[in-house]
Structure formats: structure tokens, C-alpha cells
């Protein structure tokens, strides 16, 4: 039996080239879908941890503000506030994570106001596939402030749902009037607050 070879023009070996150019873009891609899923579960750990632990701190300087004024006194409430950090998973100083507590806020809008407790969460997330594109860690970062105070609030109406579309409705005809207050609605929906008008009579 012999075997029949048609004349074919010989080809350049061009499949290997084609294929190691387009693993970077296909580990690009891998590094998006991947990565970013991994930044944005590990950007609302850091919220939450950081939501938790100035909770904690404030709640230590309320409990003691009739002896302290609002005063972190010996360090108890920046205490707490790592300690419900390190609840949460994450431990100053270890696997590249930072918990900053400043007592009172060093930014934002209660700087130097006593009764209220700045807690910072950053975490350096390792890169994996994105490797390709540097070899730096991703960091994630996160704030949050709370209020230990024995005073009141200027809030008339405050809703606590923070992705919900209109978390705040108004419909019928009925009015509601707030006076000489706030009304906070902490969503970022862009149609966080919303309702209907009243139909015809």
C-alpha cells in the first residue's frame, strides 16, 4: 500500500506566534473578570469591618460620656474598634492589611470633633493573573465614621438602605413636612427617592 501525498504548498508555522499574542489579551480579560470580582468582594469586607469597628469605638465613648466628655481617655474606644476589626478578618499589621483609628477624625467633615471615631481599613490585594501587567498589589480602601455622642441629631427622616431604588417614597396626597432637620436617604440608587402623584379626583 503506498500513501498519496497531494502537492501542497508548504505553510508557515504561524499558529504559535497567533496564539501566544492572544494569551495576553485572554489573560487580560481573565484578570478583569477574576480580579475585579475578587476587588469588589474584598472592598465591601473592608465596609463592613470598617462600618463595625467605628461602631464599636463609638459605643465605648458614649457608654463612658459622662466621665470623658467624648474623650478616648487611655485609648479604650480606639481599642474596641480593632478589636471588631480584627472580628471582622482583619488584623492591623497582618497580610497587608492597616486599620487606622483616629479619635477624633483627621478628614472628612468632623475633623477635630470630639464624640466621634475615623476608622480606615486598607488591604493590598495580590495580583495574580494580572501579573502580566505588574507586579504591584491592588489596594482596597475604606472609611467610616460614627458619632458617640449624648446629643441629638437634626435628622427628621433617616433611611438606612444603601442600593434600594426609592427607598424613600411619597404617594397619594398626603404632605409631610420636616422642619429645621435633615432627610437622609443613604442609597446610591439614582433613583433613590421617588413616588407618584396623586391621580385625578
Given at each position: 500500500m503506498r500513501l498519496i501525498r497531494a502537492n501542497c504548498p508548504a505553510r508557515p508555522g504561524k499558529v504559535?506566534?497567533?496564539v501566544a499574542i492572544s494569551?495576553?489579551?485572554?489573560?487580560?480579560?481573565?484578570?478583569?473578570?477574576l480580579e475585579g470580582g475578587?476587588?469588589?468582594?474584598?472592598?465591601?469586607?473592608?465596609h463592613t469591618a470598617a462600618d463595625v469597628a467605628a461602631l464599636a469605638g463609638a459605643i465605648d465613648l458614649y457608654t463612658n460620656y459622662v466621665t470623658n466628655l467624648g474623650k478616648d481617655v487611655g485609648g479604650n474606644a480606639a481599642t474596641r474598634a480593632r478589636e471588631a476589626a480584627a472580628a471582622q478578618g482583619f488584623v492591623d499589621g497582618q497580610n497587608g492589611v492597616?486599620?487606622?483609628?483616629?479619635?477624633?477624625?483627621t478628614s472628612g467633615d468632623h475633623v477635630g470633633l470630639d464624640g466621634h471615631v475615623e476608622v480606615i481599613v486598607e488591604y493590598l490585594q495580590p495580583r495574580y493573573f494580572s501579573r502580566i501587567f505588574g507586579s504591584s498589589s491592588?489596594?482596597?480602601r475604606a472609611r467610616a465614621v460614627a458619632r458617640g455622642l449624648w446629643a441629638s441629631a437634626p435628622i427628621g427622616i433617616l433611611v438606612l438602605d444603601p442600593h434600594?431604588?426609592?427607598?424613600?417614597?411619597?404617594?397619594?396626597?398626603?404632605?409631610?413636612?420636616?422642619?429645621n432637620c435633615d432627610i437622609i436617604v443613604n442609597s446610591d440608587d439614582p433613583s433613590a427617592v421617588g413616588g407618584t402623584a396623586p391621580g385625578p379626583p
Open positions: 504559535i506566534p497567533l494569551l495576553v489579551g485572554i489573560m487580560g480579560v481573565l484578570s478583569i473578570a475578587l476587588l469588589l468582594e474584598h472592598r465591601r469586607e473592608c492597616t486599620v487606622t483609628v483616629n479619635i477624633p477624625p491592588t489596594p482596597v434600594a431604588s426609592e427607598s424613600l417614597k411619597a404617594n397619594g396626597g398626603g404632605t409631610v413636612t420636616v422642619a
